[in-house]
């Protein structure tokens, strides 16, 4: 395991593009921290938005990221260069980041740089997005279409080329067709998620809400067709493949839902809120409470990674390294 301190704050987001690639990660200290896997060394700051980020995705060297301030801002990453930051880092042999065969050796080690002596990337950003009336939660974008989950009870639908919204779908009239209930207004939006997690495939999209359902939606007509419900509580996080979508909750459960039947496959529950989960054809990997709960979808079997002293906010993995961020404000570097 390797330790990513300088945050001040909750890392509440963070995506990798690979073993040997980019690390970005935000915090409640209002920063988005770049940093290079090669060398654990950070690169800089990404300036811009005039609150914490709360969601992104990184594909290849296209990052995405949704903030507090409402905004979404798109940035290329393609002009990095990694070797910059070796002499400008602490001495990089005590955060040794070197090939063993095909895998990323993530020894144990500590990266620290403070903010007052990192460079402002300044030639990384190209577009703002504006649109939301409220914070931005959730997103993802593949090729050139972007969609975005917001407090402002929307989903939108973006053309990154653009920049222009070209859908709107409207949360509260699909809840008010469908029968999840009203117990989602109970929670306060200042500390929890309308939207907590989306992801769509062609003209497939699919969305989990604050009333616990998962909603399935054509992208051709913006309406919603399907409503998936056995959460209790408001949903966190979602993923899908062809056959299942993958949920985590409030209610401290995981479920696999057959997209086939719309029924759930399997339960998973836990001792505290899943915040952050995703998912590959052998695994699901989990942060809830203060571990790491890898999941065997063969076995059927739970392992555990340890070593945050708080409550895990978000996990992403990449081939063979597994990146978790968590309350305690660091990041941490997991080779699986």
């Not at 260069?81 to 020894?107: C, F, T, W």
Request: hydrophobic share 35%; aromatic share 8%; net charge negative.
């Amino acid at each position: 395991m390797h330790t990513f301190d300088g945050h001040d704050g909750v890392v509440t987001s963070l995506d990798l593009n690979g073993p040997y690639g980019t690390l970005v990660t935000a915090s409640k200290d209002n920063t988005i921290r770049v940093w290079d896997l090669s060398t654990f060394n950070c690169l800089g700051l990404l300036p811009g938005h005039k609150d914490y980020v709360g969601c992104m995705q990184l594909t290849q060297n296209t990052l995405v990221t949704g903030s507090r301030d409402n905004s979404i801002m798109i940035w290329d990453l393609a002009n990095l260069m990694h070797v910059q930051a070796i002499s400008e880092s602490l001495d990089s042999s005590n955060y040794p980041g070197k090939a063993n065969g095909d895998r990323l050796d993530v020894s144990e080690g500590r990266s620290r740089r403070s903010t007052d002596t990192l460079t402002t990337l300044d030639n990384c950003w190209t577009s703002t997005l504006h649109g939301h009336s409220a914070p931005v939660t959730c997103l993802y974008h593949e090729n050139e279409k972007l969609l975005s989950g917001a407090n402002d009870k929307t989903i939108k639908e973006w053309d990154m080329v653009t920049g222009h919204c070209v859908l709107t779908m409207d949360l509260l009239w699909a809840m008010s067709t469908s029968d999840s209930g009203s117990g989602w207004m109970d929670y306060d939006l200042q500390e929890h998620s309308f939207v907590g997690g989306l992801q769509f495939w062609e003209y497939a999209l699919c969305s989990g809400t604050i009333d616990g359902a998962l909603r399935m939606w054509d992208l051709r007509t913006g309406q919603s067709h399907r409503t998936l419900v056995g959460h209790t509580a408001p949903v966190t996080s979602i993923q899908f493949d062809e056959y299942h979508v993958v949920s985590g909750s409030m209610d401290k459960s995981v479920r696999i839902w057959d997209l086939r039947t719309g029924g759930i496959q399997e339960i998973m529950q836990y001792e505290d809120v899943v915040n952050s989960l995703q998912f590959d054809t052998g695994k699901i990997v989990v942060g809830s409470g203060t571990s790491l709960k890898i999941y065997d979808r063969v076995s059927r079997q739970h392992s555990y990674y340890t070593g945050h002293t708080n409550v895990v906010e978000c996990v992403r993995f990449s081939d063979s390294v597994l990146a978790s961020g968590g309350q305690d404000s660091t990041v941490r570097l997991w080779s699986r």
